[in-house]
């Protein structure tokens, strides 16, 4: 099947769907020029992010936890929602969508001005205290090697690190539009990271399609009724122009 004839195809299921759900993980941001974790290019000094991101991290290396959150941070500041966080944010205010759950950390999709997004791995916008979850910016973490609470104790980004738990209501939430989907579709993930990537599979077992897009083959390619390669903002736009002139 040519690739013009699979946008077609999910155009066609997002005009006809009733409850959509997008999907989202660090490859749809890749193109604002954030790196993922699993790509080639989202290795960050030939250390495994996946390692970085941990709590065994932050407790035993937190020298180089911090500088892994602070190179993240820097990044962040020089990037901006691309086309495709723009589209996916045109296309809720059109209701061709009902809601966005996400693994990213980047508060992109904010930025782009979607509402309805539940982020799964919390956001690097903020750091917490780990002991009082005093609340503060993330500029906390760009000066003191290992940055610290006014009560003393260490300050984490208020991202979900590798060994955590999940936040309980964004759990909560994600699992009530998963259900209701008629229509899911993972853009830019890897679907390895648990519990996220239960949802898609939730989602196929209440009858939704479930349509992948991604660069690379993910773990779930044998589940989706739909599968689409290529760059998430490309593809985005490829729909976004088929949506408008269907000609
Ligand atoms: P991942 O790194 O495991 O996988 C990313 C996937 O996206 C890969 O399969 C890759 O082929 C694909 N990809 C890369 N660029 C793409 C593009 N332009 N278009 C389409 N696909 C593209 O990411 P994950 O599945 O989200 O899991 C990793 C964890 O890393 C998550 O927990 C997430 O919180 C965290 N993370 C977040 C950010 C962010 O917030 N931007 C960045 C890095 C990692």
């Keep these: 099947m040519q690739d013009r004839d699979k946008l077609e195809i999910l155009v066609d299921w997002l005009l006809k769907s009733t409850h959509t759900v ?3 993980g660090a490859g749809m941001s890749t193109e604002a020029g954030l790196p993922d974790f699993r790509s080639k290019t989202g290795l960050w000094k030939q250390k495994d992010p996946t390692k970085l991101a941990s709590v065994e991290a932050m407790n035993q290396n937190p020298e180089e936890f911090y500088e892994f959150y602070r190179m993240r941070l820097a990044t962040l500041g020089e990037a901006s929602p691309h086309k495709g966080h723009k589209i996916l944010a045109l296309w809720e205010k059109d209701r061709l969508i009902q809601a966005i759950i996400t693994q990213n950390v980047d508060g992109l999709h904010h930025r782009a ?3 309805r997004v539940i982020e799964l791995h919390g956001t690097l916008r903020e750091a917490v205290c780990l002991k009082c979850k ?3 910016p993330p500029q906390v973490l760009e000066g003191e090697s290992i940055p610290r609470c006014s009560c003393g ?3 984490k980004p208020g ?3 590798f ?3 999940l936040p309980q209501e964004a759990l909560r939430q994600a699992d009530i539009e998963s259900r209701r989907s008629h229509l899911f579709i993972v853009i830019g993930s890897s679907l390895e990271v648990s519990p996220a990537n239960f949802f898609p599979l939730e989602a196929k077992g209440v009858g939704a399609k479930l349509v992948i ?9 044998d589940q989706a009724d739909l599968l689409i390669r290529g760059k998430a903002g490309e593809i985005l736009d490829y729909l976004n122009k088929i949506l408008k002139d269907p000609d």
Aim: hydrophobic residues 45%; glycine residues 8%; without cysteine.
């Design 113 to 115: 001005g979607s509402n």
């Design 213 to 221: 897009i991604n660069l690379e083959p993910t773990d779930m390619d």
């Design 159 to 161: 991202v979900i690190l």
């Design 163 to 165: 060994g955590e738990m």
């Design 22 to 24: 997008i999907f989202t």
């Design 134 to 136: 005093q609340v503060y």
């Design 153 to 155: 104790q260490m300050l």
